[in-house]
């Protein structure tokens, strides 16, 4: 190989100092853009409506083998709650919004069941509109062993 190439192949402490120091600004910086969208992505569903805790159950298993394929089931707790719009978030997938339902008539009384993709362990929260316009949310924490968002996570002891 030739001399100069062998010379730029090297790393200089500068250089190496320079690298561990954006990875430690830039990790965190991820963390808070997460949330950030995650609040984004609610204040776009609700339009400022308050959220009404109760009135949809969210079930999901509180440890995920795999990330891949998480099931999920939502479910409406009163006969006559008529849900038009739905979405699904996971505030620490890179993509927050899992899921978004349109419900027409024949899906009432509610009760769906799927399955969503999880990156790590987190919380998934449910938002679900109703026909009077009230704003109704679940909130389920799941431990995920496996990522399932294209790279798996160091299981933490």
């Known amino acids: 190989m ?3 190439v062998i010379k730029s192949m090297i790393c200089t402490r500068r250089l190496f100092l ?16 997460s949330s950030g969208r995650f609040d984004a ?7 400022g409506t308050p959220e009404i ?20 089931r939502v479910l409406a707790l009163e006969s006559d709650t008529v849900i038009r719009q739905m979405r699904v ?14 419900l027409g008539p024949m899906a009432q009384p ?3 069941a799927f399955r969503i993709r999880l990156a790590r362990s987190q919380t998934v929260t449910v938002l679900a509109r ?18 399932g968002c294209g790279f798996d996570l160091q299981v933490q002891p």
Do not use: H
Not at 19 to 31: E, F, G, H, K, R
Not at 53 to 71: C, F, K, M, R, W
Not at 94 to 102: G, I, N, Q
Not at 131 to 144: I, K, N, T, W
């Open 2 to 4: 030739p001399e100069n």
């Open 18 to 33: 320079a690298a561990a120091t954006c990875n430690v600004i830039v990790t965190p910086l991820a963390a808070w853009a």
């Open 41 to 47: 992505e609610r204040e776009l569903f609700t339009g």
């Open 53 to 72: 805790s109760g009135g949809i159950s969210l079930t999901i298993p509180p440890v995920a083998e795999s990330g891949y394929t998480v099931p999920v």
């Open 89 to 102: 978030f996971a505030p620490a997938n890179p993509l927050v919004r899992v899921a978004t339902f349109e």
């Open 110 to 112: 509610l009760d769906l």
């Open 130 to 147: 109703t026909q009077d316009g009230r704003v109704l949310r679940a909130d389920a924490p799941v431990d995920v062993v496996t990522g």
